[in-house]
């Protein structure tokens, strides 16, 4: 071997040794420095496995969403619906917008309860809208972080339940309500796409 290339791979080891000492010497904070965006156009350095993982940060994201004077009620209506919709029907709300296909099927099964001639849980199901109505403001929240549910409206009354959204007014309880009451007309799933989905994402043909 040429006595050349013997000293160049001496150096690399050498300078490779020194390179691991000083990685090992470094600091946690030094290590995350590292990983910012580099200014000489190189990738920045992989530490994935020193930044901090938080598992409960979108459940404080989520809780954030609450507020407001009816903000403890529509948590604990959310959390209800939530609640039934796993242990009555086997479904999994997740605050997705997927998720309101799942109310939809669940209010429209109340739907068909309702033309049952010896349904006698009207109140029960009045309940149903209004925390699914809770449910579905909360998944616009967490999706959009915006929202803010009242009570009353200055049209239409007391017990309106008035979600404020990009600067209109809609109502989930309402839509929930309609839904169980009067029927497939008042598809949860079209409802949403048109008033949410369409203006966050833009109208689609589906």
Not at 57 to 74: F, I, V
Not at 172 to 178: A, D, V
């Amino acid at each position: 071997m040429p006595i050349f290339t013997l000293i160049i791979l001496i150096a690399l080891a050498v300078l490779g040794f020194y390179a691991i000492r000083r990685s090992a010497g470094r600091s946690k904070q030094q290590l995350e420095d590292d990983s910012a965006p580099s200014q000489n156009g190189r990738p920045p350095r992989q530490v994935s496995d020193e930044v901090e993982r938080e598992p409960d940060a979108d459940k404080r994201r989520l809780g954030a969403m609450y507020s407001g004077n009816l903000g403890e009620y529509q948590k604990e209506e959310t959390e209800l619906a939530v609640r039934v919709a796993n242990e009555k029907f086997g479904r999994t709300l997740d605050y997705s917008h997927r998720s309101i296909a799942d109310v939809e099927a669940i209010l429209g099964g109340a739907h068909d309860y309702t033309l049952m001639g010896d349904a006698k849980d009207t109140d029960n199901l009045v309940d149903w809208a209004e925390m699914f109505g809770c449910y579905i403001a909360t998944v616009i929240q967490k999706q959009t972080g915006e929202g803010q549910l009242e009570r009353d409206h200055q049209d239409l009354g007391d017990d309106s339940y008035p979600f404020h959204w990009k600067g209109e007014t809609i109502f989930p309880q309402s839509w929930c309500h309609k839904r169980i009451f009067e029927g497939p007309a008042h598809d949860l799933s079209r409802k949403y796409k048109t008033e949410i989905l369409d203006r966050i994402y833009g109208p689609t043909s589906t």
